[in-house]
């Protein structure tokens, strides 16, 4: 939080939703709670402008955490429940605290979370 007189910029989290209607990519878990991040200036603690939206998914079973893409997560926050796919789900943190890892199904090594295709084969990963 920065605060200087009358106005200021600060971060926050939002619980926006429950979801269930998505497979946890690690635990098979249907149910999810959508979260919005971002950063907003205020005077008078009146927001005024937000900026850095990001929207995530925490699994409610194995806390595992997926950012999803922005526009899917504005669809979610206006009520179309079916905007979230599983092909969404970009893992950023997995249940015990570490950066998830990703297994290719066509070669079969270990590829960072961060990667949408297979830097050992091409193969698009899932």
Known sequence: MFFIGIFGVEDKQKQIK???TIDCKN???SRHTLIKQYSFFHIFFIPIFKWNI???LICNNCNTIYEIP???GIRVENGEDSAITYWDLK?????NGTQAQLRC???GRSVDSNFEFCPYCGERLK
Do not use: H, T
Not at 91 to 95: A, D, G, P, S
């Open 18 to 20: 429950d979801i269930n």
């Open 27 to 29: 635990c098979n878990s």
């Open 54 to 56: 990001r929207y995530f």
């Open 70 to 72: 922005k526009e899917k």
């Open 91 to 95: 893992v950023i943190e997995n249940y």
């Open 105 to 107: 199904s066509n070669c």
